[in-house]
Antibody, heavy 116, light 106 residues
Framework: QVQLVQSGAEVKKPGASVKVSCKAS????????LHWVRQAPGQGLEWMGW????????KYAQKFQDRVTMTRDTSISTVYMELSSLRSDDTAVYYCARVKGPRDYWGQGTLVTVSS | EIVLTQSPGTLSLSPGERATLSCRAS???????LAWYQHKPGQAPRLLIYYTSSRATGIPDRFSGSGSGTDFTLTISRLEPEDFAVYYCQQYGSSPFGGGTKVEIK
């Protein structure tokens, strides 16, 4: 069965960077785009971008263009989302997701807390 | 980047009632590119509708999507208790989500 398993919670100081991983299993890793979505406390969903593991190609939301980097390691079927110059309003649950109709699969979410 | 505007922000309805949610795009979207998601607190979002009107796997037929161009609609024909949640539209995996519509119990 398809599974996306994310790395554990992180606590970071303002200005630091965080790198969240998402390990895929149960399907051919290079066949599907993987997306990153976050939700800050009390806020709506924010789409951050996608990575296509086959080529490593990426597309980022304009809001995160200057601070986010998505990469992959095909040898271990894992994608990474790194967010730099963290601010307090980056405190959120970060999800990776494989969404291609009619099925979607989501990681369990990773809480990133930014606090001094 | 396309901006999606959802309305209303909150919809207060009773179980059994019909819910109509709107999503308006800042420019025309291909009908193959509009999706709807449901999100409940503490859970991952769930894909409801893709390609504007196709139901995702396991989604009951009380959920339906329609629209074209810049105006899209999600309809829940008869609200069940488990349908009270926040709903988001998105240009399928390539743009920010709309601001969401919260469907709450009246």
């Amino acid at each position: 069965q398809v599974q996306l398993v994310q790395s554990g919670a992180e606590v970071k100081k303002p200005g630091a960077s965080v790198k969240v991983s998402c390990k895929a299993s149960g399907y051919t890793f290079t066949d599907y785009y993987l997306h990153w979505v976050r939700q800050a406390p009390g806020q709506g969903l924010e789409w951050m971008g996608w990575i296509y593991p086959n080529s490593g190609g990426t597309k980022y939301a304009q809001k995160f263009q200057d601070r986010v980097t998505m990469t992959r390691d095909t040898s271990i079927s894992t994608v990474y989302m790194e967010l730099s110059s963290l601010r307090s309003d980056d405190t959120a649950v970060y999800y990776c997701a494989r969404v291609k109709g009619p099925r979607d699969y989501w990681g369990q979410g990773t809480l990133v807390t930014v606090s001094s | 980047e396309i901006v999606l505007t959802q309305s209303p922000g909150t919809l207060s309805l009773s179980p059994g009632e019909r819910a109509t949610l709107s999503c308006r795009a800042s420019q025309s979207i291909s009908s193959t590119n509009l999706a709807w998601y449901q999100h409940k607190p503490g859970q991952a979002p769930r894909l409801l509708i893709y390609y504007t009107s196709s139901r995702a796997t396991g989604i009951p037929d009380r959920f339906s999507g329609s629209g074209s161009g810049t105006d899209f609609t999600l309809t829940i024909s008869r609200l069940e208790p488990e349908d009270f949640a926040v709903y988001y539209c998105q240009q399928y995996g390539s743009s920010p989500f709309g601001g969401g519509t919260k469907v709450e119990i009246k």
